[in-house]
C-alpha cells in the first residue's frame, strides 16, 4: 500500500522513550506496541546520555511510510476505506 522508506527503533527505559534510530531493514516482522522486545544493549550507545552495555531496554519498530503506491483508483480507494474506519469510530467515540 505505502512505499517504506525505512523503519525507526526506539528505545525505552522504565517505559519513557530514551532515543531511537534509523534503520534500512527491519529485524523483526511485527511493528509498533504489538512488536515491542526487551533488549540487552551489546555496546554502550548515546543519546542525550550514555547507556552502558548490559541495560536492559524496551525496543519498538515502526515503518516510515511515503507515498501511496498504486494507481489514482487504488489510492483514492486506500483513502476512502481509511476516512470509513475513523467516521465509524467517531460514531463510537462517546463509548470508548
Not at 9 to 20: A, P, Q, S, T, V
Not at 70 to 84: C, P
Amino acid at each position: 500500500m505505502f512505499k517504506i522508506h525505512g523503519y525507526t527503533k526506539e528505545y525505552y527505559l522504565n517505559k519513557k522513550l530514551i532515543g531511537k534510530v534509523i534503520l534500512e531493514k527491519t529485524d523483526r516482522k511485527v511493528y509498533g506496541y504489538s512488536g515491542r522486545q526487551l533488549e540487552v544493549l551489546q555496546k554502550d550507545i548515546k543519546f542525550k546520555k550514555l547507556y552502558k552495555k548490559g541495560t536492559e531496554v524496551y525496543t519498538e519498530v515502526s515503518p516510515i511510510c511515503g507515498k501511496i503506491k498504486g494507481s489514482l483508483k487504488e489510492r483514492i480507494q486506500v483513502l476512502k476505506r481509511s476516512r470509513n474506519f475513523y467516521d465509524k469510530l467517531e460514531l463510537y467515540k462517546e463509548f470508548i
